[in-house]
Each structure stands twice: as C-alpha cells, then as structure tokens.
C-alpha cells in the first residue's frame, strides 16, 4: 500500500500470502512391518494444493528409494506466486531389501550318524533392521531326517536353509 503523495497517486493491492499446503505419502509393494521396516522399494508420493495464489512451477514429482537404509528421510518444499511458501518432511522411512543370514548348526547336511542324533539348531544374522525370529522344523522318516531353519528380520525378509541327515541304526 502507498499512500501517495504530490507526484505520485495513493495505490493499494493485496498484501495478504496464500500459504499453498503439501503433503507426503509413503507407499510400497508391501506394508510397513510390524517394526516400522519396508522390504520393498518405497515411494513418496507429493500432493500440492493451492490456496487462491499459483504455484511457482510445478508440484514435485514422486521421490523413489530402492536403496536399504534406516532413518532416510524425503523434504519437498513449494512456493506460490504470491510470496506463500510450504515444506514437507517426511522421516522414518526404514528400507531393508536383503534377507537375514541363516544358517544350521549340529548335524552335518548329508551326513549319518551313530548313537545320538544331533539336533539343529537355527541360527540367524540381519546387519540392518535386525532378526525377528529364527525357527527351525524336522521331521524324520525311518532313518533319514529332513530340517529346515527359517530367519525372519524386522523388515519380514526371509531365509531358509534346509539339509538332511540320516541314522546309522535301522529303526527298531
């Protein structure tokens, strides 16, 4: 606004900002697990609404991470023509697209044995979201017995190994 003077007419305009909103949406092939991790490559997605003034070009295109990392985050900002401005942040996005490390211990895949059987245990390691569980199943039939050991990371990737062994003895 100008209130003029002897050389110049008074003028007066808007001087208000329209503050033009922006939002972040994360999605993903699969769900967010149960600990907060995605398993597949993610997408955030821009959604810009104006507020009676124009943006300053246009909307921001969608941000893709196929990467794994824990604690990545995606920041958009947008400006409207008449000076009004809007930013969004959206953090926490956990991305691990690699299995945990699984492996058998006790019998020996292919081996007999004499005596006492051994027994598998399952055993399992995940560098970035960490293991959630590692199972191990058997079953026996006559002298052969069939394992496997299933790990399971935070980001619900999973492993398996599988191997089998046998008895010496006859079953009796």
Known sequence: MHAGDV?????????ARHRPRITAVVSAKYARSRFGWYRSPVTVTIRCTTDGASLVGRCPAPVRSSRSGAERSATRAILA????????????????????????????????????????????????????????????????????????????????????????????
């Open 81 to 172: 023509t008449d000076g009004g401005a809007a930013t969004v942040v959206r953090r926490n996005i956990d991305l691990d697209l690699v299995g945990p490390t699984v492996t058998v211990t006790g019998p020996s895949d292919g081996a007999t044995y004499a005596g006492v059987m051994p027994v598998p245990v399952c055993s399992a390691r995940d560098a970035l979201s960490g293991v959630a569980s590692c199972v191990r199943t058997r079953a026996s039939v006559g002298t052969r017995t069939t394992y496997r050991a299933t790990a399971t990371d935070r980001a619900a990737n999973t492993r398996s190994a599988t191997g089998t062994y046998r008895s010496a003895a006859r079953p009796g």
């Open 7 to 15: 050389n110049f007419a008074g003028s007066s305009g808007p001087t």
